[in-house]
Protein backbone atom coordinates (compact mmCIF):
# COMPACT_ATOMS: atom_id res chain seq x y z
CA UNK A 1 0.00 0.00 0.00
CA UNK A 2 1.41 3.19 0.88
CA UNK A 3 4.97 1.92 1.44
CA UNK A 4 4.97 0.77 -1.79
CA UNK A 5 4.17 4.62 -3.30
CA UNK A 6 6.85 6.32 -0.73
CA UNK A 7 9.07 3.52 -2.17
CA UNK A 8 8.64 5.56 -5.66
CA UNK A 9 9.03 9.00 -4.58
CA UNK A 10 12.58 7.86 -2.81
CA UNK A 11 13.81 6.04 -6.00
CA UNK A 12 16.41 6.93 -7.56
CA UNK A 13 14.94 5.48 -10.98
CA UNK A 14 12.62 7.83 -12.62
CA UNK A 15 9.10 7.16 -12.38
CA UNK A 16 5.71 7.91 -14.45
CA UNK A 17 2.51 8.48 -12.73
CA UNK A 18 -0.67 8.45 -14.35
CA UNK A 19 -4.05 10.11 -13.57
CA UNK A 20 -6.93 8.14 -14.88
CA UNK A 21 -11.00 9.09 -14.81
CA UNK A 22 -13.48 10.77 -15.75
CA UNK A 23 -13.89 14.82 -16.24
CA UNK A 24 -12.74 15.55 -12.09
CA UNK A 25 -9.30 14.00 -12.87
CA UNK A 26 -9.62 15.72 -16.80
CA UNK A 27 -9.74 18.96 -15.30
CA UNK A 28 -11.46 20.57 -18.75
CA UNK A 29 -13.30 23.64 -18.23
CA UNK A 30 -14.27 23.87 -14.80
CA UNK A 31 -11.05 25.10 -13.66
CA UNK A 32 -10.92 28.06 -15.59
CA UNK A 33 -7.82 27.61 -17.23
CA UNK A 34 -5.46 26.84 -14.15
CA UNK A 35 -4.22 23.79 -13.22
CA UNK A 36 -6.42 20.89 -12.12
CA UNK A 37 -5.09 18.73 -9.49
CA UNK A 38 -2.82 16.02 -11.61
CA UNK A 39 -1.08 19.86 -12.64
CA UNK A 40 -0.54 20.50 -9.27
CA UNK A 41 0.59 17.23 -8.51
CA UNK A 42 3.30 17.57 -11.26
CA UNK A 43 4.46 21.03 -10.09
CA UNK A 44 4.74 19.73 -7.10
CA UNK A 45 6.74 16.08 -7.79
CA UNK A 46 9.14 17.21 -10.24
CA UNK A 47 9.86 20.66 -9.47
CA UNK A 48 9.26 21.07 -5.60
CA UNK A 49 10.49 17.47 -5.01
CA UNK A 50 13.07 17.45 -7.26
CA UNK A 51 12.33 14.73 -9.12
CA UNK A 52 13.23 16.48 -12.83
CA UNK A 53 13.66 12.61 -14.11
CA UNK A 54 9.23 11.64 -13.24
CA UNK A 55 6.85 12.01 -15.80
CA UNK A 56 3.25 12.80 -14.57
CA UNK A 57 0.42 12.17 -17.02
CA UNK A 58 -3.28 12.47 -17.34
CA UNK A 59 -5.00 10.81 -19.95
CA UNK A 60 -8.27 10.88 -18.27
CA UNK A 61 -11.42 12.11 -20.14
CA UNK A 62 -14.97 14.46 -19.58
CA UNK A 63 -17.89 11.39 -19.65
CA UNK A 64 -15.95 8.41 -19.39
CA UNK A 65 -16.55 5.72 -17.04
CA UNK A 66 -15.22 2.36 -16.32
CA UNK A 67 -16.37 1.02 -19.49
CA UNK A 68 -14.33 3.45 -21.13
CA UNK A 69 -11.00 3.26 -19.24
CA UNK A 70 -11.80 -0.19 -19.59
CA UNK A 71 -11.99 0.33 -23.77
CA UNK A 72 -9.15 2.73 -23.79
CA UNK A 73 -6.69 0.94 -21.52
CA UNK A 74 -4.28 0.18 -23.92
CA UNK A 75 -3.48 3.68 -25.68
CA UNK A 76 -4.42 5.71 -22.64
CA UNK A 77 -2.97 3.50 -20.01
CA UNK A 78 -0.82 0.27 -20.84
CA UNK A 79 0.87 2.71 -23.40
CA UNK A 80 2.62 4.79 -20.92
CA UNK A 81 3.86 2.12 -18.85
CA UNK A 82 3.06 3.91 -15.74
CA UNK A 83 4.43 2.85 -11.98
CA UNK A 84 1.35 4.55 -9.89
CA UNK A 85 -2.26 5.20 -11.22
CA UNK A 86 -4.31 7.61 -9.43
CA UNK A 87 -8.04 6.43 -10.37
CA UNK A 88 -11.15 8.86 -9.56
CA UNK A 89 -14.25 6.93 -11.00
CA UNK A 90 -18.21 6.85 -10.30
CA UNK A 91 -19.65 10.20 -11.06
CA UNK A 92 -20.75 9.04 -14.78
CA UNK A 93 -20.77 5.64 -13.63
CA UNK A 94 -23.88 5.81 -10.85
CA UNK A 95 -25.95 7.16 -14.17
CA UNK A 96 -25.07 4.94 -16.56
CA UNK A 97 -24.46 1.30 -14.95
CA UNK A 98 -25.54 -0.94 -12.27
CA UNK A 99 -23.45 -1.03 -8.67
CA UNK A 100 -22.44 -5.20 -9.58
CA UNK A 101 -21.75 -3.87 -12.73
CA UNK A 102 -19.15 -0.86 -11.23
CA UNK A 103 -17.82 -3.29 -8.69
CA UNK A 104 -17.17 -5.89 -11.59
CA UNK A 105 -15.16 -3.46 -13.85
CA UNK A 106 -13.15 -2.25 -10.80
CA UNK A 107 -11.67 -5.93 -10.55
CA UNK A 108 -11.35 -5.90 -14.36
CA UNK A 109 -9.30 -2.37 -14.09
CA UNK A 110 -6.88 -3.52 -11.16
CA UNK A 111 -6.02 -6.80 -13.18
CA UNK A 112 -4.84 -4.88 -15.92
CA UNK A 113 -3.04 -2.64 -13.74
CA UNK A 114 -1.53 -5.49 -12.24
CA UNK A 115 -0.78 -7.25 -15.13
CA UNK A 116 1.78 -4.36 -16.17
CA UNK A 117 3.32 -3.92 -12.58
CA UNK A 118 1.19 -0.70 -11.54
CA UNK A 119 0.18 0.30 -8.17
CA UNK A 120 -3.02 1.38 -8.38
CA UNK A 121 -4.21 4.28 -6.29
CA UNK A 122 -8.39 4.53 -5.70
CA UNK A 123 -9.84 7.63 -5.26
CA UNK A 124 -13.52 8.96 -4.09
CA UNK A 125 -14.96 11.58 -6.17
CA UNK A 126 -15.67 14.62 -3.94
CA UNK A 127 -19.31 14.61 -2.82
CA UNK A 128 -22.39 16.69 -5.10
CA UNK A 129 -24.14 19.25 -4.69
CA UNK A 130 -26.98 16.99 -4.24
CA UNK A 131 -30.01 19.25 -4.62
CA UNK A 132 -28.91 20.78 -7.70
CA UNK A 133 -28.79 17.65 -9.26
CA UNK A 134 -31.27 14.78 -8.84
CA UNK A 135 -30.22 13.30 -11.82
CA UNK A 136 -27.32 11.54 -10.19
CA UNK A 137 -28.88 12.90 -6.12
CA UNK A 138 -28.54 10.16 -3.79
CA UNK A 139 -27.91 7.32 -5.87
CA UNK A 140 -23.78 8.36 -6.39
CA UNK A 141 -23.17 8.15 -2.81
CA UNK A 142 -23.47 4.16 -2.82
CA UNK A 143 -20.67 4.21 -5.17
CA UNK A 144 -17.58 5.83 -2.67
CA UNK A 145 -18.87 2.90 -0.73
CA UNK A 146 -18.11 0.49 -3.08
CA UNK A 147 -14.64 2.14 -3.20
CA UNK A 148 -14.12 2.12 -0.05
CA UNK A 149 -14.95 -1.60 0.52
CA UNK A 150 -13.21 -2.74 -2.97
CA UNK A 151 -9.96 -1.01 -1.85
CA UNK A 152 -10.09 -2.54 1.92
CA UNK A 153 -10.70 -6.20 -0.27
CA UNK A 154 -8.02 -5.82 -1.82
CA UNK A 155 -5.34 -4.08 0.26
CA UNK A 156 -5.52 -0.73 -2.41
CA UNK A 157 -4.33 2.85 -1.16
CA UNK A 158 -7.32 4.62 -1.03
CA UNK A 159 -7.71 8.29 -0.86
CA UNK A 160 -10.98 9.59 0.32
CA UNK A 161 -11.88 12.75 -0.65
CA UNK A 162 -15.52 12.50 -0.35
CA UNK A 163 -15.55 11.96 3.38
CA UNK A 164 -12.80 14.26 3.30
CA UNK A 165 -15.23 17.14 1.82
CA UNK A 166 -18.17 16.05 3.94
CA UNK A 167 -16.15 17.44 6.96
CA UNK A 168 -16.39 21.04 5.48
CA UNK A 169 -19.30 23.58 6.37
CA UNK A 170 -21.46 23.49 3.24
CA UNK A 171 -20.69 27.22 2.51
CA UNK A 172 -16.69 26.10 2.06
CA UNK A 173 -17.94 22.71 0.04
CA UNK A 174 -19.89 25.90 -2.72
CA UNK A 175 -16.83 28.10 -2.52
CA UNK A 176 -14.98 24.82 -3.93
CA UNK A 177 -17.15 23.71 -6.58
CA UNK A 178 -17.95 24.96 -10.18
CA UNK A 179 -21.50 23.13 -10.42
CA UNK A 180 -22.69 20.66 -8.56
CA UNK A 181 -20.57 18.00 -9.74
CA UNK A 182 -17.21 19.51 -10.77
CA UNK A 183 -14.76 21.00 -8.66
CA UNK A 184 -13.31 24.53 -9.40
CA UNK A 185 -10.09 25.25 -9.68
CA UNK A 186 -10.03 25.98 -5.87
CA UNK A 187 -11.60 22.25 -5.03
CA UNK A 188 -8.56 20.85 -7.68
CA UNK A 189 -6.18 22.61 -5.25
CA UNK A 190 -7.71 20.44 -2.31
CA UNK A 191 -7.72 17.50 -4.04
CA UNK A 192 -3.81 17.85 -4.87
CA UNK A 193 -3.10 19.16 -1.28
CA UNK A 194 -4.96 15.71 0.47
CA UNK A 195 -3.03 13.46 -1.83
CA UNK A 196 0.06 14.90 -0.87
CA UNK A 197 -0.92 14.57 2.66
CA UNK A 198 -1.87 11.17 2.03
CA UNK A 199 1.79 10.48 0.72
CA UNK A 200 3.23 12.18 3.68
CA UNK A 201 4.95 14.77 0.99
CA UNK A 202 3.10 17.83 1.91
CA UNK A 203 5.04 20.67 3.63
CA UNK A 204 4.18 24.63 4.01
CA UNK A 205 7.84 24.96 2.35
CA UNK A 206 6.48 24.48 -1.05
CA UNK A 207 4.02 26.80 -2.93
CA UNK A 208 1.94 24.11 -3.49
CA UNK A 209 1.10 23.38 -0.19
CA UNK A 210 1.11 26.98 1.23
CA UNK A 211 -1.77 27.72 -1.50
CA UNK A 212 -4.97 28.74 0.11
CA UNK A 213 -7.96 26.68 -0.65
CA UNK A 214 -10.73 28.08 0.99
CA UNK A 215 -11.99 32.02 1.91
CA UNK A 216 -8.83 32.52 4.21
CA UNK A 217 -8.41 29.12 5.18
CA UNK A 218 -5.05 27.02 4.92
CA UNK A 219 -5.80 24.07 3.87
CA UNK A 220 -5.71 21.22 6.97
Known sequence: MIDRLQKLLKSQESCRWLFYGDSITHGACHTFGKRDFSGHFREHIIWE????????????FSGYTLRDLLREFDARAA??????????????????????????????LLD???????????????????????????????????????????????????????????????????DPVHPNEIGHLKIAQDIFRYLECFSPEYPTCRMQWGPGIEGE
Open 79 to 108: FFQPHAVFVMVGTNDCVKYPREEFRENLQK
Open 49 to 60: LKRQHDLVLNSA
Open 112 to 178: KFRQIGCCMVLQTPPPLITPLDPRRGENLQAYPEIIREFAGEFSLDLIDHWRAWEKLPQQERYYLMS
